[in-house]
């Protein structure tokens, strides 16, 4: 009996030396070293990434204070993690703030200040939950290179940036496989999902408001542009620009292929509630006007998506050249006026495109 207690006394011992509280960055590196590491009110210095790298599997992180960021121009990424069977955890209270007015200039990652990328992670068979962060200099998350990763309750909140010159401020950038990202709230100045390559993405119970909506693309930019089995459900798209979105680069080879958009609310979107185009530029959502067959469409359903666009937008605009097998029922969007010429559309749709 005075064996077990004694063990029980060492683990319990050995589990409050295993939480490590960081306070300043120096202690990083020590800190890396224990199960759950916990990172209170500091400010990590101009021009450093924040970098919790390479973490023990089983490794928690908490976020737990105001964590803030010395300004400079540069790249970023603010914060980078990675690992394997890795938690990182919001505490009530937390906040990350990325102060982003420092460097908005209205020019995003287009030019101006160069700006540094808010959080890259690099995770497998992990979780993220409960982040609350606030005004993001350009991009948010880049979620790169991941397996088996579910993002939620996360809140993006640059609403300031509509006024202070936010742009490009993507929410979630997805390079990966396997990841899900539910019961999040996104206030930005562009793509509020943009996948660019991956498989088995699930985007759920989502509310994304005042960017470029729910996108697939822009694909065709990449050594391997294959995207594939994507399910966007039950998500809100509010004072947008776009609802949902796929748009794909001319003259690039690539595939997008099984992609579900179901039960998705749109509104008050300001350009197009749904749009489909093969004929992406570049940046700035510029359209050629031939789109190309290098990246074909395959097995896209959109179904229950309903809501409104605003007068001077187009309900749903098409633009592609290689599209086949697209199963669209249940769509209900009005309110745009402006009428396009829509190309390319499978014959099996038979909703209106192009009003
Ligand atoms: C993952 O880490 C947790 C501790 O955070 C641990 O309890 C669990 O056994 C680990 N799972 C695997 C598969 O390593
Ligand atoms: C991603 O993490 C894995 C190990 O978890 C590592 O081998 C790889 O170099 C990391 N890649 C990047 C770009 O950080
Ligand atoms: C992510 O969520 C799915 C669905 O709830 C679950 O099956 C999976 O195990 C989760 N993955 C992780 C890493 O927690
Ligand atoms: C991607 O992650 C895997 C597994 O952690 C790792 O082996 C590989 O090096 C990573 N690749 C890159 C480009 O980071
Ligand atoms: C691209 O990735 C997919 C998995 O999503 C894979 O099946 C395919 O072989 C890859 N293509 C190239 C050219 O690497
Ligand atoms: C949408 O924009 C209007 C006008 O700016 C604003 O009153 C409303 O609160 C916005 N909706 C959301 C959910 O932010
Ligand atoms: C819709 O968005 C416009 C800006 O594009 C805004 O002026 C208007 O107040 C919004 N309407 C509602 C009902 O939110
Ligand atoms: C059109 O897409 C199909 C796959 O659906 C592909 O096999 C074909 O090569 C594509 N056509 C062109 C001209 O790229
Ligand atoms: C897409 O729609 C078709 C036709 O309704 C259906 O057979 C198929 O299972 C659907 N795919 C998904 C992934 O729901």
Not at 9 to 25: K, M, R
Not at 121 to 141: C, E, I, Q, R, W
Not at 156 to 178: A, L, P, R
Request: proline share 3%.
């Amino acid at each position: 009996m005075r064996g077990e207690y004694a063990v029980i006394f060492l683990t319990w011992l050995l589990g409050i030396s295993n939480c490590a509280n960081v306070f300043d960055i120096l202690d990083v590196k020590v800190a890396k070293k224990s199960q759950l590491i916990s990172l209170k009110t500091l400010e990590v210095p101009a021009g450093v990434t924040l970098k919790l790298t390479n973490l023990q599997s089983g490794t928690v992180v908490e976020f737990d204070g105001v964590l803030t960021f010395g300004y400079q121009e540069w790249s970023g990424p603010l914060i980078k993690i990675s690992g394997e069977n890795i938690s990182v955890v919001g505490k009530p209270g937390h906040l990350i703030n990325c102060e982003g007015e420092r460097w908005w200039d209205g020019l995003g990652s287009n030019g101006g200040k160069i700006k540094p990328k808010f959080f890259e992670m690099n995770l497998t068979d992990s979780t993220v939950t409960g982040l609350n962060v606030k005004n993001t200099p350009v991009h948010a998350f880049s979620i790169k290179n991941c397996s088996n990763v579910n993002v939620t309750n996360v809140k993006i909140d640059n609403s300031e940036g509509d006024v202070k010159g936010g742009h490009n401020t993507d929410g979630f950038d997805v390079n990966s496989h396997n990841v899900r990202i539910s019961n999040c709230w996104v206030h930005n100045q562009d793509d509020c999902l943009a996948i660019n390559m991956g498989s088995d993405v699930v985007f759920e119970d989502n509310v994304c408001i005042g960017g470029h909506g729910i996108s697939i693309g822009s694909i065709g930019f990449r050594p391997n542009n294959t995207v594939n089995r994507i399910r966007v459900k039950h998500c809100e798209v509010i004072n947008s620009t776009n609802g949902i979105r796929i748009k794909t680069k001319t003259h690039a080879s690539g595939w997008v292929n099984d992609v579900t958009y179901e039960d998705v609310e749109l509104k008050n979107v300001s350009g197009y509630g749904i749009l489909i185009h093969g004929n992406y530029r570049n940046s700035g959502g510029n359209m050629e006007e031939t789109p190309s067959p290098g990246v074909p469409i395959t097995n896209l359903n959109i179904s229950k998506v309903r809501g409104t666009v605003q007068p001077m937008g187009t309900n749903i605009y098409v633009v592609v050249a290689n599209a086949s097998n697209w199963n669209w029922d249940n769509i209900d969007i009005s309110g745009g006026t402006v009428e396009r010429n829509c190309q390319g559309v499978p014959p099996e749709v038979d909703t209106t495109c192009g009003k």
